[in-house]
């Protein structure tokens, strides 16, 4: 069994001594899969990121099943920032907006090409390192032409693919080239089988097949809804590390306040900046919250590469100083956002949320909001966007928002705040009993089953 993504489940650092070190990949796609261990003998294929990762590879340093593949930086750079980054997630995302909207140019055609070079790299090594009739699984929209590249490569293997964004609608997908449309989706249609993680991003998905590629063919579509890892997650958030940065929180937060928690990658999507105006809102509309509760914010660096997203980080750090200045007393700081990546401070946060607010534009899943109800040590109340896949598990114990409204996010956190100690409890119960329906190991398995079945 071999796994492909771009990000791997390690990234390499070189410290001042010249040594390498190891650090576990962020995001959604590396939590599920990390279920898969080297005791399973798969093999996971994935790009070098940085120049510590290159430099792993040239002294042959690595974890056992991982083999990371050292593409060229400027090829790798055009494909993940200039196409993935830029182009395939605001499309699935449906972040484009006036002056983002894309020109489809000459540079844009460019970066393709690296898009491709960049696929074939990730099929060729496939190729060569799959069994006769091996399954091979591509993960998220990085990847979406290995399917079809591998499939003419070796037509013996099983071959499947998983996305862990949403799919974006045919109007809006239909914003590609034709040509680049339809290669896309030719490119995955090359799988046996492709996963989503909703039944609505996988209805998108097919119709864009119907609208643009003369339907799905033989490929079949189905859904996994990718779960928290409840053994985990309690047991690492008991651990002295989470204590201390507890303790530390505690005295940043102040005694007896009420605690609204968010933990996500500054990213555009997460709707960061419109949770901080809605807490401003909320401020503004019920003063009997001043001084009384505080905003944990956690907005961890992402694609900073990127200039719309450092632009983004400088406008979530803005307006959290913006609010602290407007309504901070000497005691009390009313947003506390933290930007250097810290997991073990995310599992602290976790355990002292007495709300969680998970308000994204668009999201795939979405794995905060399932892993907050599940370590908060009181319980607590989820304020979740519609748009979110999670709301599909969630929504029946959450209070729905529709995340471009501020002033009803707003009214959402005073009705999180002002709910009832026991229903609180009941909720996240319930809330946690549906987040880890579908735990990581079960969610990989399954889609194993289903691609061998
Ligand atoms: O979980 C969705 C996802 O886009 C993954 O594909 C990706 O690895 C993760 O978010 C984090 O993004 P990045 O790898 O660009 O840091």
Same mark, same amino acid.
């Given at each position: 069994m071999l796994v492909a993504s771009n990000r791997g489940p390690v990234s390499y650092a070189v410290a001042d001594d010249g040594s390498l070190r190891s650090k576990r990949g962020g995001g959604g796609l590396v939590s599920g899969l990390?279920?898969?261990?080297p005791e399973s003998g798969a093999l996971w294929v994935c790009s070098a990121l940085s120049d510590g990762d290159r430099e792993a590879v040239r002294r042959g340093v690595g974890e056992d099943g991982v083999r990371m593949l050292d593409i060229p930086a400027d090829v790798h750079a055009d494909a993940y %920032?200039?196409?993935? %980054?830029?182009v395939l997630w605001f499309v699935h995302h449906m972040l484009y907006q006036t002056p983002l909207?894309?020109?489809?140019d000459a540079e844009f055609r460019r970066r393709w090409a690296s898009y491709e070079t960049y696929n074939r790299a990730f099929a060729e090594a496939l190729a060569e390192e799959a069994a006769e009739g091996a399954a091979v699984l591509v993960q998220d929209?990085?990847?979406?032409l290995v399917p079809g590249m591998l499939r003419e490569l070796r037509p013996d293997l099983r071959i499947g693919h998983f996305s862990h964004t949403p799919w974006a609608p045919p109007e809006y997908f239909a914003m590609l080239p034709d040509d680049i449309a339809r290669q896309v989706l030719r490119g995955m249609l090359g799988a046996d089988r492709l996963g989503f993680l909703t039944r609505r991003w996988a209805d998108a998905f097919t119709a864009c097949c119907e609208r643009f590629?003369?339907?799905?063919?033989d490929t079949r579509v189905g859904v996994h809804g990718l779960g928290a890892d409840a053994d985990f997650l309690r047991a690492r958030s008991h651990e002295a590390d989470v204590d201390e940065r507890m303790a530390a929180l505690k005295e940043e937060i102040g005694e007896g306040r009420r605690t609204i928690v968010r933990v996500d990658r500054?990213?555009?999507?997460? %709707?960061i900046v419109r949770g901080l105006l809605a807490y401003r809102q909320l401020l503004d509309d019920r003063p009997e919250w001043r001084e009384r509760v505080v905003h944990v914010a956690f907005a961890y660096p992402s694609r900073q590469d990127l200039a719309v997203y450092r632009d983004y980080t400088t406008e979530v750090q803005r307006l959290a100083e913006e609010i602290n200045e407007q309504y901070g007393t000497p005691g009390w700081r009313p947003v506390v956002l933290?930007?250097?990546?810290d997991f073990a401070r995310s599992l602290a946060a976790y355990r002292l949320a007495d709300v969680a607010l998970v308000n994204p534009i668009?999201?795939?899943?979405?794995l905060v909001a399932k892993e907050v109800p599940v370590v908060s040590d009181a319980g607590c109340a989820l304020v979740l966007s519609?748009?979110?896949?999670?709301h599909e598990e969630l929504g029946e114990d959450a209070i729905t928002? %529709?995340?471009?409204?501020v002033v009803q996010t707003a009214e959402a956190l005073h009705e999180a705040l002002s709910m009832r100690p026991e229903d609180r409890t009941e909720r996240s119960k319930r809330l946690a009993a549906a987040a880890t329906a579908l735990p990581p190991a079960r969610w990989f398995l399954d889609q194993l089953e289903a691609l061998r079945g």
């Open positions: 990390s279920a898969i261990g %920032n200039g196409i993935a %980054n830029s909207e894309p020109a489809f929209y990085h990847l979406t590629a003369g339907g799905l063919g500054t990213e555009l999507s997460k %709707n933290h930007v250097k990546d668009r999201d795939g899943m979405n519609r748009e979110a896949g999670a928002v %529709n995340p471009y409204d």
